[in-house]
């Protein structure tokens, strides 16, 4: 793995560091009118979710862990694993549910995720940034109700409440952020 100073630290970078994977999401250069300058990093544990922060000097060496990136298309539950397969050698493999966090009901049949590999453990996994859903419960819509920010809740077909527009009725499909649960557009 790849050595870099600790002043090149950006968030979104991986290293290794006291024996764990380490994502750094905030950084902070500090030059204090006394000593050296030194990068102020907030870092994520990326299997527990634990937190920390530290110090690096520019002069301090830290490893730069690259992630394997893989297609993989999406199966199955079975019990609390998902299954997937890998789209190059079609082999199957079994990640565990809470992989996804929040984002779990937006995994559709045949959906194409890309998972994030560190030699073979799996450690993230992105879906596609839109997904479509219909609309199951919503209030009915009303005729001449046009505000430009007025919405109304409902509930998608996978179970997860989101503010839609007033025009939008039950039965219909739409464009749904997976980061964010923001309707996007009718589908």
Known sequence: MPKINGNEIRPGTIIEHDGGLWIAVKTAHVKPGKGGAFAQVELKNVRDGRKLNERFRSEDKVERVRLEQKDQQFLYQSEDMLVFMD????????????????????????????????DVEALSMQLPEKVTCEIVETEPVVKGQTAANSFKPAILDNGVRVMVPPFVGTGEKIVVNTETFDYVERA
Do not use: N
């Not at 190059?88 to 990640?95: G, K, P, S, W």
């Not at 929040?102 to 560190?118: A, C, H, I």
């Open 87 to 118: 789209s190059e050698t079609y082999e199957q493999v079994e990640l565990p549910a809470d992989i996804l966090g929040d984002r779990r009901p937006f995994l559709q049949d045949g959906m194409m995720v890309k998972v994030e590999y560190y």
